[in-house]
Every structure is written in C-alpha cells, then in structure tokens.
C-alpha cells in the first residue's frame, strides 16, 4: 500500500510540472526520493547538499550521476527510473551518503533525499554557463562523447572562458545583433586523457570559425558564415 502511495504521489509532481512549463510559468520541479524515517533520522547528522549539474555516467551513459559546482562526482543509488533529466541540467541535492564500500574511483556514492531541477524561461549570452552538447566535425553533427564536458561563459567585458576536455581557455569575442566572433583564444593548463586533444582542437577550432549565433529556448547555437551550425550548448545556469 505504502508503495502505491509514493508512486501516485511521484506521478502527480511529474503531471504538476507539465502544467507549469505548458503555462511557461518559472518554476521549479522538486523530486522527494522518499526514504524510510528511521534512515532519516539515523543518517541526520550525515545529510550534506551541494549545487551543481547532471551528467550521465557508464561506458553508454546509461545512467544519471551529478558534477557539484565544486568538481566532486557524485552517483546517486536511489533514483527512480521515471526521473526526467537532461544532460548538463543545474540540480540542487539533498542526500546522504551512500555505501561507501562501492566507491571503486572518485565518484562518491549519495542517496538522494531531495532533488530540485531550476526551470528558466529564457536565457542571455552573457554571464550564463552553456554546456555544449553537439560539434560539427567532417561529418554530420554529433553527440558529445559520454564523460566529455565542455563549457562556455560570456562575460559583459568581451571576454570568455570555459572547460574544454583537456584544458582551460579564455579569449575575447565581440558581437553585434546575431554576428560574433572570436580571437584570442588561449589555454590557461593542459592536462586530461591524450584522446580527448583532438576533440578539444576540434571544439577550439569551430569557436574560431564561428560568425553568427542564434539563442533558442534553452539552446544556444554558434554558426558559420554560411549560417551552418558548428556548436550547440545548452543552458546550465546564471552567472553574475
């Protein structure tokens, strides 16, 4: 009975959120991962929260794991299968921890307590966090390889910067209407796996030929001048 309960109570917060974003109200969807009392009051002393993004883990990115905005990993063990995320999406987490006899590299194991997804309604160029999710190589556009994360911040000064696989970059970039561009670009350290260099010159090499942009929903997309998407990068948050 008691199992019945919580899976009528998770399905109204999913058919409540639907609501929300076909009314395009802001809101925010809150996922209660209900564990037993006496876990809770057990674990009181160990409950921790952080801020930060979802990303897939596994060899297929098979399953959801988060990145705090303080570089730790984290797997949760109790999601249910009917949570809807997307990848690089901002969360707030309540948890505690998990088994910790599971933890085989730096991916600290959580049971997730409570789970809040911002929703925006728009997004500026500048002073937001954009995750890229597809690049234009020589051939159609792909997916970014599970375990590759690659970032991009505006700042209202002409300068960017970002996480690209195997390094940091800055640089500076100007725009005017739907037009930019981008000089300067810069590594600040090298470091991360050989087989991501390609990828990260790749990436480095599309900002340069970039000469428009077009900001839809919560996509940002970075094009030539023949207005060919090279890049694409969701939304992951707001700066300031």
Same mark, same amino acid.
């Given at each position: 009975m008691?199992? $019945?309960?919580? !899976?009528? !109570?998770?399905?109204?917060? =999913?058919? %409540?959120?639907? =609501? =929300?974003?076909? !009314?395009?109200?802001?809101?925010?969807?809150v996922l209660e991962v209900l564990l037993?009392? $006496?876990? +809770? @009051?057990?674990?009181?002393? @160990?409950v921790f929260s952080f801020s930060g993004s979802a990303i897939r883990f596994g060899q297929d990115g098979c399953y959801w794991g988060f990145i705090a905005d303080d570089g730790r990993w984290y797997l949760p063990l109790n999601l249910p299968d009917e949570v809807m995320l997307s990848e690089g999406? +901002?969360? @707030?987490? %309540?948890?505690i921890p998990g088994d910790l006899s599971l933890i085989r590299t730096s991916v600290i194991p959580i049971r997730v307590i409570q789970l809040i997804t911002p929703i925006a309604e728009q997004f500026s160029l500048i002073d937001t966090r954009w995750i890229l999710e597809t690049m234009q190589g020589n051939e159609p556009l792909q997916s970014i390889p599970a375990g590759v994360r690659i970032t991009l911040i505006f +700042? @209202?000064? #002409? /300068?960017?910067?970002?996480?690209?696989?195997?390094?940091? &970059?800055?640089? =500076? &970039? /100007?725009?005017? #209407?739907q037009v930019i561009s981008f000089s300067g670009i810069e590594p600040t350290s090298r470091a991360g796996s050989h087989a991501w260099y390609d990828i990260e010159e790749q990436y480095l090499s599309s900002l340069r030929n970039t000469r428009l942009f077009e900001i839809r929903d919560e996509f940002l997309h970075l094009m030539d001048e023949h207005q060919r998407t090279l890049l694409t990068f969701r939304a992951d948050g707001v700066f300031t």
């Open positions: 008691a199992d $019945k309960k919580d !899976s009528l !109570s998770f399905l109204m917060i =999913i058919l %409540t959120i639907l =609501i =929300i974003i076909q !009314s395009g109200v802001v809101g925010l969807l037993p009392a $006496k876990h +809770r @009051e057990a674990a009181a002393d @160990e999406q +901002r969360v @707030e987490v %309540t948890a +700042r @209202e000064n #002409g /300068t960017f910067s970002g996480i690209a696989p195997a390094n940091q &970059y800055t640089g =500076i &970039y /100007t725009h005017t #209407g």
